[in-house]
């Protein structure tokens, strides 16, 4: 299979974990917000709801890596502290400053960072050192 088409299949299998992870979220963080959980708490707690289901099958599904793990997961927590970090920014920037409705800046956040996940996760979480990128 050409490179080329090799990457966006990646990226397909990658969108479709996502998406499953994101549904989690999104219904961990919107139970959470309406029982008024603290913006911060319903983010970590969302955000926390599918990212072992993400590096399992990102890890084995997605990008296909073997053997030992530990390096991969430090890295996997660190990337994705990293985009938790970019997509509550968003969403505060969104709902508290420019009062957009809380539903829309979750799901415009998110959008948004997963661009940023995917290629932290390909060339950094889960490359394959003796592979080209």
Do not use: E
């Amino acid at each position: 299979m050409p490179a080329k088409i090799q990457h966006y299949a990646k990226f397909l299998k990658y969108c479709l974990v996502g998406g499953v992870n994101t549904a989690v979220d999104l219904i961990l963080f919107f139970l959470l917000s309406l029982i008024g959980a603290p913006l911060l708490i319903a983010q970590c707690v969302g955000y926390s709801g599918g990212f072992f289901n993400s590096f399992i099958l990102n890890r084995k599904w997605t990008f296909q890596t073997y053997g030992p793990s530990g390096r991969q997961f430090i890295r996997f927590i660190g990337l994705n502290l990293f985009t938790l970090a970019l997509t509550y920014g968003a969403i505060v920037g969104l709902h508290d400053q420019l009062q957009w409705p809380l539903m829309i800046s979750k799901i415009i956040s998110t959008v948004l960072c997963t661009g940023i996940n995917y290629t932290g996760s390909r060339l950094w979480v889960f490359s394959d050192p003796a592979a080209s990128i």
